[in-house]
């Protein structure tokens, strides 16, 4: 296999000036499976774009069987062979199997869609996949892993050589898993081209044979994968050094709140931890883990199973119905414009708006003004708002002074905990800061925070303690100097081959389902 | 898990396959019940003669509720459709009767009316990026405003030739009916047949998902208003002729009884679901049968609108029942 089949060479892609992608190689060859590992943000997606056709890379060159290629539009891509698995599936809901399949390719015969002939072919291409979906079922109706079957047939009826997954295995069960391995390995020995993106360090191992790591936009390793082991991939993502700064750990204060056994079929299990005065928890997980699923459950947006929550009530603790969590809690959400702020309406009243019976005049029946106002004047103060004058909009403000202006919300009402889901997501770098610094400054004034956050610098900034959960369970406590590759192993679900330093001993194979052991920090 | 929470699955199961037989299969449940209640209540009801008169008075509505179907399957709305219906045909009136234009040639014009009001509403839609609810709402008032200025908001009567197409019949079989159910049938072979159609209904299952797959949603979309405007003119055309004049009531309220027969031919409002044959055909013939019973047990037609609603209410309740159901 001297010459591969898929050749990208220095790649390179800015968007404004920032580097995504600087000056990256990758090849795949006939009957090989590439695994691509990086952090969020290394620039996975985009080179995968590239290769899809979604983006046009700034330099660099693709050369396929030996031809250069360009593309400029997704059907450019496909017409070349490439075959795009995406990990949010296109897929139409409210359609057949068959159509699916077919959609921008129907075979037209008499005027209308010839549909004996998408019937056979769909169903010859879903037997080659040894699946034995009925092709003219609803999409809707199938399971995650049949959709995503569908979707890879999809893909070889365009007789697609290259094929690449993006985080294929995020939504399937177990068996679907395995059956989707197997699909894979089938793939392999018709000799396709396959490149599969992914976070969970398990998997590679058990189906890719090369392996690229890249990090910052840069390849930070690649070669054969049975040269590596958990710990030098990890490393490659993440880079050699953690310079920690030193934290205080807040000590087992008393409990503020506290989670038993909480349970979601299919997302959440057994989900049991308790929350300290003062303290900042990281959940932390990959994307899809089930991290924002917890937070969602205890706060009563989600619907639970089983278990139950307590929350500190004049020093007892009192068990609540999740809906009821809401009066304890104060949440702070990634999606600030979608169910956060009221875009339309002033700082002022954004501010007011948790926190109205506080703010009543004296006929006990109406705002005051002048109450809400300056309630405001002071989070505005005490936040470091930039704005222009308490009537402007929310919608007008950046993202960081909006997601200041949620704080400043729950700040004025003071409930006792803090969920935070992503509080900084889109902000900017000097925002980003003063949030940090807020959040801080709220557990040394005694306030419980529950942050999840996909930035693990920032987990590593905030946090006293962490609770890693993988598939919908908490694999692992971690205290809060942890190092980064503990973080990233755990995450990833492999921690059984870690044997990493913070870990007293390691569980089992992660996905069969033993509970990390709960540690608590000295 | 044991055998109990297996039952109790089970049990969940069967009742939500109740619930979702019900949501898909209710109308036609209400259907045959209506019409045996009329059946029993009213003799004249139940005979070849009443049924013929009844489709006749269905077919403009049914041509309109065809183009508003293709419009919400594709994920948009269109509530211009009676004033596009409206505007059309005066201007194809005012042709004929002021300046003497022969008939087919009027009734080209009118079409083509239909043909542009449509491509301005989707216009706006696709190239402006403004919701087709905003844009073909103020179509709805402006258009009608034009038509009135044009027609003087006056009755004008249509030359002799028209009005006698418009009840022609043959025996008791109206020869509209016939037109009627081409067109629905055309539409529906275009919307379940031919790629264009399904690229309609993948566009209003997804806008991105569509996008991802290549499909032109833009073309699509603005396609569907150009559709929706053409089928609103004649639809208007089979209704003026039925009148035998031009009035400034036509088309007036098409745009909810249209949405509402649509929707309770299951037609989801939230896009990309439903067919136009027979769900739309039924829909629109649900409304007239009601409409009609009542009338022939001899109730007050102001109570028509209360009805009417209600029938509105529980369609679009059933509709959002059958998304709710799903998750």
Not at chain 1, 223 to 249: C, P, Q
Not at chain 1, 356 to 382: D, H, P
Not at chain 2, 86 to 102: D, E, H, Q, R, Y
Not at chain 2, 190 to 206: E, I, M, S
Request: glycine content about 10%; hydrophobic content about 45%; overall charge positive.
């Amino acid at each position: 296999m001297s010459e591969s089949y898929l050749k990208m060479k220095g790649i390179s892609k800015h968007f404004f000036g920032t580097y995504v992608l600087k000056n990256v190689d990758l090849k795949v060859g006939e009957g090989e499976v590439l695994a691509l590992m990086g952090a969020n943000g290394a620039g996975k997606s985009t080179l995968m774009n590239i290769l899809g056709g979604v983006l046009e890379p700034n330099e660099g060159s693709i050369t396929i069987g030996g031809a250069s290629r360009t593309f400029r539009s997704v059907s450019d891509s496909e017409k070349a062979g490439i075959g795009f698995i995406h990990q949010e599936l296109a897929l139409c809901p409210t359609m057949t199997v068959a159509e699916n399949m077919f959609i921008n390719r129907f075979p037209v015969k008499g005027g209308v869609i010839d549909r004996r002939v998408i019937r056979e072919q769909a169903k010859t291409v879903l037997d080659t996949l040894g699946c034995k979906i009925d092709v003219l079922e609803i999409v809707r109706n199938l399971s995650a892993g049949d959709k995503q079957l569908v979707e890879i047939a999809r893909a070889l009826l365009t007789n697609a050589k290259i094929l690449i997954f993006d985080e294929p295995t995020s939504s399937l069960a177990l068996e679907e898993k395995s059956r989707f391995f197997d699909i894979i390995r089938a793939l392999q020995k018709e000799q396709k081209v396959i490149i599969y993106i992914t976070h969970f360090l398990d998997e590679i191992f058990s189906i890719c044979d090369q392996v690229q790591v890249l990090r910052n936009g840069e390849t930070s390793g690649d070669g054969i994968l049975k040269d590596y082991n958990h710990h030098d991939i990890v490393s490659m993502m993440v880079g050699d050094l953690d310079i920690r700064k030193e934290k205080k750990i807040s000590k087992a204060a008393d409990k503020v709140l506290k989670v038993d056994q909480l349970s979601r079929t299919g997302v959440l299990d057994s989900i049991s931890f308790e929350l300290h005065r003062g303290e900042i928890l990281g959940l932390w997980g990959l994307m899809g883990s089930g991290r924002t699923e917890v937070l969602r459950a205890i706060s009563g947006l989600d619907p639970i199973d089983a278990g139950h929550i307590s929350v500190n009530f004049n020093g007892s603790m009192q068990k609540v119905h999740p809906k009821r969590v809401k009066k304890w809690a104060g949440m702070v959400t990634e999606n600030r414009r979608e169910d956060g702020l009221f875009l339309p309406l002033s700082v002022a009243s954004n501010i007011s708006s948790a926190n109205l019976m506080t703010l009543l005049s004296k006929n006990r029946f109406t705002v005051q003004k002048q109450k809400e106002e300056q309630a405001a004047r002071n989070q505005v103060e005490a936040l470091n708002i930039k704005i222009s004058n308490l009537d402007q909009t929310a919608g007008t403000l950046s993202g960081g002074n909006q997601q200041k202006v949620i704080l400043a919300r729950w700040l004025s009402k003071a409930p006792p905990i803090f969920f935070m889901d992503e509080p900084t997501r889109g902000v900017d770098v000097g925002a980003k800061n003063e949030i940090h610094n807020i959040i801080k400054n709220l557990s040394g004034r005694g306030f419980s925070l529950l942050v999840v956050s996909s930035e693990i610098e920032e987990m590593m900034e905030l946090c006293h303690r962490y609770l890693v959960i993988h598939s919908g369970r908490i694999v692992k406590e971690l205290p809060g100097e942890a190092a980064k590759k503990d973080l990233m192993i755990w995450a990833s679900g492999a921690g059984s081959e870690a044997g990493s330093e913070a870990g007293s001993e390691a569980p089992g194979n992660v996905n069969l389902g033993t509970e990390g052991e709960a540690e608590r920090e000295k | 898990m044991g055998n109990e929470s297996i039952a109790g699955i089970q049990a969940v199961r069967t009742k939500r396959n109740v619930k979702q037989f019900l949501a898909s299969y209710g109308f036609y449940i209400i259907f045959i019940l209506v019409f045996m209640i009329y059946s029993l209540r009213a003799p004249s009801f139940l005979t070849v003669t009443n049924i013929m008169n009844m489709l006749h008075t269905t077919v403009p509505l049914m041509v309109i509720a065809c183009g508003i179907g293709m419009v919400i399957i594709c994920g948009e709305i269109d509530l211009s459709v009676g004033s596009v219906a409206f505007l059309s045909n005066s201007i194809g009136t005012v042709l004929m009767v002021k300046a003497g234009v022969p008939i087919p040639l009027a009734f080209i014009v009118v079409v083509l009316t239909g043909v542009v009001l449509g491509a301005i509403n989707g216009f706006f839609v696709v190239v402006f990026r403004v919701s087709s609810l905003i844009v073909t709402l103020g179509m709805l008032i402006s258009f009608r405003g034009v038509a009135l200025q044009i027609t003087n908001s006056q009755v004008i009567g249509l030359p002799e030739a028209l009005r006698a197409f418009g009840n022609f019949r043959i025996a008791s079989f109206y020869i509209d009916i016939a037109f009627g159910l081409i067109i629905i049938l055309l539409l529906h072979t275009l919307h379940t047949k031919r790629p264009y159609g399904r690229f309609v209904t993948a566009t209003g299952n997804d806008r991105e998902i569509a996008e991802k797959l290549g499909i032109p949603i833009r073309k699509i979309k603005f396609s569907v208003f150009v559709i929706s405007g053409a089928l609103a003119a004649v639809g208007g055309f089979f209704s003026m002729t039925q009148v035998g004049a031009i009035n400034p009531l036509l088309g007036n309220g098409a745009e909810f009884t249209g949405i509402a027969a649509v929707i309770i031919g299951g037609i989801s409002l939230f896009g990309g679901e439903g067919k136009l044959f027979p769900g739309v055909f039924f829909g629109v013939f649900l409304l007239t049968v009601i409409e009609t019973g009542l009338n022939q047990m001899s109730v007050s037609p102001y109570v028509y609108p209360f009805f009417r609603g209600g029938i509105i209410f529980i369609a679009m309740y059933a509709d959002s029942l059958k998304v709710r159901l799903r998750k």
